[in-house]
C-alpha cells in the first residue's frame, strides 16, 4: 500500500561525506512527519532527524551541525546531507514516516528497509 525506498547509503572514510534519500509511494494523501532514525548493533533504534510537513526540523545532539534533513513535498522524499561522518555513525539507517492514507482518518506509521552507512577511521 504505502512504500518507503531508501538509497544512497555505502561505506566511506571518517571526514567524508553521503547523501541519503527515501522516496515514499503508494495511496499517500498526506505525509505529516518524516525522519531518519539508525541503528547500530547492540544499540536500540535512534532518532537522528526529523522534519515536519512545513520544515521544521529536530536534530540529536551527536549530528548537530554535520547533519541536514530536508524535504521534497512534491515529490514525497526526504533527504539526509550528513558530513563530516566519524566512525560511530556506522549504523543502519531507516526512513520514518507518520502519513494519512487515501481515505483514512488517521495517521499511521512506516518504515523503510533500512540502509548500511559505515564509516571506517
Known amino acids: 500500500q504505502v512504500q518507503l525506498v531508501e538509497t544512497g547509503g555505502g561505506l566511506v572514510q571518517a571526514g567524508g561525506s553521503l547523501r541519503l534519500s527515501c522516496a515514499a509511494s503508494g495511496s499517500i494523501f498526506r505525509i505529516l512527519t518524516m525522519a531518519w532514525y539508525r541503528q547500530a548493533p547492540g544499540n536500540e533504534r535512534e532518532l537522528v532527524a526529523s522534519i515536519t510537513s512545513g520544515g521544521s526540523t529536530n536534530y540529536a545532539d551527536s549530528v548537530k551541525g554535520r547533519f541536514t534533513i530536508s524535504r521534497d513535498n512534491a515529490k514525497n522524499t526526504v533527504y539526509l546531507q550528513m558530513n563530516s561522518l566519524k566512525p560511530e555513525d556506522t549504523a543502519l539507517y531507516y526512513c520514518?514516516?507518520?502519513?494519512?492514507?487515501?481515505?483514512?482518518?488517521?495517521?499511521?506509521?512506516?518504515w523503510g528497509q533500512g540502509t548500511q552507512v559505515t564509516v571506517s577511521s
Open positions: 520514518y514516516a507518520a502519513l494519512f492514507v487515501s481515505g483514512a482518518t488517521k495517521v499511521n506509521n512506516y
